[in-house]
């Protein structure tokens, strides 16, 4: 019988060899793998630990910015945030709503997490553009027709919203129509077109009907103001008419395009 030859040798021993080598160069792969989860599973829990269970991050203190009217100390209790507490566990949307159900003034509030220790709360409050008188009292109304807080003292420069809605006639019959809510809402669009210099001299925003908004001014004068619809160009009318007739007593600008003075 004849021998094998040398090429029929050499891929015996390859074959032979195969597997072999195979299996040396898959363990380390396993055990790297096998290292690998088991540092992401201690690293994981290491850090639920850090965030959760350890003393390192809890809550020690609220910083509160942004109030005008209110104190830090009532914005702090309103928010109610323990200390003490790990600072990853605070719900933000909880604190928000519990701010905003207990002070109507504040308009709006970031909250966020001041690691490793902090919560911080920066509000906006609502600013009044007009009041109501309630017995000694006043509401003040924000610019979206919200009445959201009762005072004492009228703050200073806000204009009193009077509805002089009379139950016969047109404002009758647009109190009907459109309800206070829709009334107030649109005296507050007319507050809100204003020029600056009538806003400082308006007393009074009077409302007769949802087109027969009337403004009183100081020293007697009057502005028949009409419903809020364009706002922007009634002011427009309304500064070139004072420039132009700096005596009178009464402008009318409910018709832009056709604006009126008269008295002196």
Not at 58 to 69: C, H, N, P
Not at 92 to 105: F, M
Not at 127 to 136: A, C, S, Y
């Amino acid at each position: 019988m004849a021998g094998s030859t040398t090429a029929e040798r050499g891929e015996r021993q390859q074959e032979s060899a195969g597997p072999p080598l195979v299996r040396r160069l898959r363990r380390p792969r396993l055990r790297m793998i096998i290292v690998s989860a088991v540092s992401l599973v201690v690293l994981g829990a290491g850090s639920v630990w850090v965030l959760y269970g350890s003393e390192w991050l809890r809550v020690r203190y609220v910083s509160v910015s942004g109030t005008r009217v209110l104190t830090p100390a009532e914005v702090r209790d309103a928010a109610d945030v323990p200390t003490g507490v790990p600072l990853a566990s605070v719900g933000t949307d909880a604190v928000e709503a519990r701010l905003r159900g207990k002070l109507r003034r504040i308009d709006s509030v970031e909250i966020s997490r001041s690691w490793p220790h902090g919560i911080t709360l920066k509000v906006v409050e609502r600013t009044p553009v007009l009041l109501t008188r309630e017995g000694g009292k006043f509401t003040e109304i924000d610019d979206e027709g919200v009445r959201f807080a009762t005072v004492g003292k009228a703050p200073r420069g806000v204009p009193m919203l009077e509805l002089a809605t009379s139950r016969k006639g047109s404002g009758a019959a647009s109190l009907r129509r459109f309800g206070t809510g829709r009334l107030v809402r649109e005296a507050v669009r007319v507050a809100g077109s204003l020029p600056a210099a009538v806003a400082r001299d308006t007393g009074t925003v009077r409302v007769g009907s949802f087109d027969a908004i009337t403004l009183e001014l100081g020293h007697g004068r009057t502005v028949e103001w009409g419903s809020g619809e364009n706002g922007r160009a009634k002011a427009r009318a309304l500064t070139a008419l004072m420039k132009a007739a700096p005596d009178a007593r009464h402008f009318d600008v409910s018709v832009p395009t056709a604006p009126a003075s008269a008295g002196s």
